[in-house]
């Protein structure tokens, strides 16, 4: 089905159906992971393991979260919808996990710009660019997901955050054809090369929330 580009794609705090409720889903996850909640943490361990996968294909993943909002969307393509809020949230799970600090922050980077604060200095950092080029090269949605696992991990060793309901957003709209991966793929280079390094935002820094059982908890999954 093909549908006309809806001027959210590029404003990117405005976030359509998709986004909105990946953010809802995630933040109630995120809370009560960093709150230590076994259901929480029990749940999050599920997500992380379709990371990088298709996750319309593992059936472990159904029902951890809930979508019944996208249902009651006539507008919505069902299918890139789903595949665009687990692919975020499983993402996501492998980011947090063993994180006392909130990886999911709304109104927070956008990939483009979270990967530009991997490079020291803010420096382009070839390898870090090669990734970020490779993500965005991605023709199918399975491989960018791969794709962006790769670069997660590179966020979550750094303990930089993103903002994970502008991501589902963008995964939902990515799979709009013939327009979505180029308007995506425009968006995540803006993002890049706008960035100027700044100190702390987005950081270990912050200190909204600790929780230095976090090894143990992940490892009792």
Known sequence: MTTAPPATVQRRRVLGPVGTLAGSEIGRLQKGYLDDRP????????????????????????????????????????????????TAATLYALHQQS?????????????GTAV??????????????????????????????TRLREIVLLLRRGDFALDYALLAEQLYQWQQQPWGPDSIRRSWGRSLHAHRA????????????????????DSAQ
């Open 99 to 111: 994180r006392g600090t909130r990886m999911h922050r709304p109104g927070g980077d956008e990939l």
């Open 39 to 86: 259901d929480a943490v029990a749940a999050l361990a599920r997500l992380r393991r379709g990371a990088g996968k298709d996750t319309s294909t593992i059936p472990d993943l159904w029902g951890l979260l809930d979508s019944d909002t996208l249902h009651a969307d006539p507008a919505l393509h069902q299918d890139a919808a789903h595949t665009a809020l687990y």
């Open 116 to 145: 530009r604060r991997l490079m020291p200095g803010g420096d382009m950092d070839e390898p870090t660019r090669k990734r970020f080029v490779r993500a965005g090269s991605a023709a199918t949605m399975p491989v960018l997901a």
């Open 198 to 217: 700044k100190p702390a935002s987005g950081t270990a820094s912050d200190t909204d929330s600790t929780a230095d059982t976090d090894e143990n908890k």
